[in-house]
Every structure is written in C-alpha cells, then in structure tokens.
C-alpha cells in the first residue's frame, strides 16, 4: 500500500535505504524521521540553514553520523525536541511524535 510514496521518496532521495535495504515496515527512530524531512525541505528548496549545539542532550553523541547534520537542523528548527534531556535518536518514534513533528514541519519550514 505505500509503495508508490516509498518509490517516490527514494526517487528524489528522500530516503536512501538502509544496509539492509528498504525496511517499510521497521519502525522508524527520531533520528530518521528527521534525516528525511530535512532531505525533502532540501529537495523543496526550503531554508535549511538552521543548526543547533546538541551538547545540552545527554545522548548527543549517539546521534549516527548519517544523521548528525539533519538532527542539528531538525533541533535548530524546533521540530526535535528533547526528552528530559536526551535526543533519544535511535528511539523508535511514535505516532505522537511523529505528528507533533510534522505539524511543526509545517508550520516553521514548509510556509
């Protein structure tokens, strides 16, 4: 059912696959999610220049080196926020983060 958005998302680099291939039914972590909307506001032409020190999260350093950059950018645009302290990258996002996410997508990079 989603892979005509999975084909799309892949086509203009939105997401990239994992070692193991596409994993459509994996659980997607935070640090993901944000790696994927920041590729899709660049493909959009989006201002991504906002960039935040994520040294006041406890778990900074576990955030992939695939995903530094759009988690920086993800936090700096407020769409990531921490949980009491911690980023939490590797973290499963759950349904409620994921819309809180996009609703601030939306509002703070999209318009």
């Known amino acids: 059912w989603y892979a ?3 084909s799309w998302a892949a086509s203009v680099g ?7 291939g596409f994993e459509g039914e994996a659980n997607v972590t935070r640090e993901a999610v944000a790696t994927m909307l920041y590729r899709y506001a660049k493909a959009q032409g989006c201002d ?5 020190d994520l040294s006041a999260f406890a778990d ?8 530094l950059e ?3 950018w993800a936090v700096g645009t407020g769409l990531v926020n ?3 302290g911690f980023l939490a990258p590797q973290a499963p996002a759950t349904r409620a983060q994921l819309a809180a996410i ?4 939306v509002e703070n990079v999209a318009n």
């Not at 939105?14 to 193991?20: A, K, R």
């Not at 996009?102 to 997508?105: A, L, P």
Request: hydrophobic share 55%; glycine share 10%.
């Open 4 to 6: 005509g958005a999975a």
């Open 14 to 20: 939105v997401v990239t696959g994992t070692d193991e």
């Open 48 to 52: 991504v220049a906002a960039r935040a």
């Open 60 to 67: 900074a350093a576990s955030v992939s080196d695939w995903a």
């Open 70 to 72: 759009a988690m920086r």
């Open 82 to 84: 921490g949980m009491d």
């Open 102 to 105: 996009i609703e601030r997508f």
